[in-house]
């Protein structure tokens, strides 16, 4: 042990409280909800009916409680695939299989999505580089065909329009998504025309790191962005329809973490949920 930490490689101290997210085992629920907002964060945990913890270090505004019974920690990460990788590797280190989803934000690049949208990823392309410090390039970022599912129903359920489809996650949001601000012009000016040409849902920073990172780790993971701007008009979101939109994606993501955790109970020791088999009973 030096200066309170157990090495340069695993830095945590004697009670394994992570050194970014300040946490230890025992603070997060295995049911979690991750957001790039900090202040999205609290929103969210503004749904639980109780609170047992709130950490905040950093740019990590971490808040575990109890939403209709379930126990759930909402993690505000920070943007980027970058800052969302230190939360997903320090957070499995304080809880054994994880459940994860993502609730952000995103720009649609085909016709017929509209501001307010959800787009739920079923895989994501890799354009941000910190993944291909674990995996090839090659290597695909999929959800969990189980969160997919779930999110779907409980967009369903709750009357909110969504997309299903492929994501593309930039490490930029100027450059990277081919915006052109006085000074910077993007190398790619293109980038947008050429995917939505390859059928790209939308393009956003985040969910190809989960997405990879779950995968290879073996927990599941999905996620549901709501759409704050429609690149192919270039129109972005009102202040009035993006708080309505946060709230369908947020009530999305947490509607799909009671159906997984019903859908594990169900499985039992088979490897996946399916439609053949019932559904649990919520938890309480």
């Given amino acids: 042990m030096t200066q309170g930490?157990?090495?340069?490689?695993?830095?945590?101290?004697?009670?394994?409280?992570?050194?970014?997210?300040?946490?230890?085992?025992?603070?997060?629920?295995?049911?979690?909800?991750?957001v790039g907002d900090p202040e999205r964060a609290r929103r969210v945990a503004g749904t639980f009916e109780s609170i047992e913890l709130e950490r905040t270090n950093r740019e990590y505004v971490t808040i575990t409680g109890r939403h209709q019974g379930l126990r759930v920690s909402v993690m505000?990460?920070?943007?980027?695939?970058?800052?969302?990788?230190?939360?997903?590797?320090?957070?499995?280190?304080?809880?054994?299989?994880?459940?994860?989803?993502?609730?952000?934000?995103?720009?649609?690049?085909?016709?017929?999505?509209?501001?307010?949208?959800?787009?739920?990823?079923q895989a994501s392309l890799r354009l941000e580089n910190t993944t291909r410090f674990y995996v090839d390039d090659g290597?695909?970022?999929?959800?969990?065909?189980?969160?997919?599912?779930?999110?779907?129903?409980?967009?369903?359920?709750?009357?909110?329009?969504?997309?299903?489809?492929?994501?593309?996650t930039s490490p930029s949001f100027y450059a990277g998504?081919?915006?052109?601000?006085a000074g910077f012009a993007p190398r790619e000016p293109d980038i947008v025309e050429r995917l939505a040409r390859q059928g790209v849902k939308n393009l956003e920073m985040e969910t190809s790191c989960l997405l990879t990172l779950a995968t290879l780790r073996g927990f599941v993971a999905g996620a549901v962005c709501a759409v704050y701007a429609t690149r192919g008009d270039d129109?972005?979101?009102?202040?009035?329809?993006?708080?309505?939109?946060?709230?369908?994606?947020?009530?999305?993501?947490?509607?799909?973490?009671?159906?997984?955790?019903?859908?594990?109970?169900?499985?039992?020791s088979r490897p996946i949920w399916h439609p053949g088999l019932e559904l649990a009973e919520p938890t309480r």
């Avoid at 695909?140 to 489809?165: E, F, I, N």
């Avoid at 129109?235 to 019903?262: R, W």
Wanted: proline share 4%; hydrophobic share 45%.
């Fill in 5 to 34: 930490y157990e090495s340069a490689t695993v830095v945590r101290d004697a009670e394994g409280r992570q050194y970014h997210i300040a946490l230890k085992p025992g603070e997060v629920a295995r049911h979690i909800i991750l």
């Fill in 235 to 268: 129109v972005f979101i009102s202040p009035a329809q993006k708080d309505m939109a946060e709230k369908a994606c947020v009530t999305t993501g947490l509607g799909a973490l009671h159906l997984l955790d019903a859908m594990e109970r169900a499985r039992g």
């Fill in 76 to 121: 505000g990460t920070g943007m980027g695939a970058a800052s969302t990788e230190i939360a997903i590797v320090e957070l499995t280190q304080c809880v054994e299989r994880p459940v994860m989803i993502r609730c952000g934000s995103t720009g649609a690049l085909q016709p017929g999505m509209a501001l307010g949208d959800l787009v739920i990823s």
């Fill in 177 to 181: 998504q081919g915006r052109a601000v």
């Fill in 139 to 168: 290597y695909p970022a999929v959800a969990d065909p189980q969160a997919v599912m779930a999110l779907a129903a409980a967009a369903d359920a709750s009357g909110q329009r969504y997309h299903v489809g492929v994501t593309a």
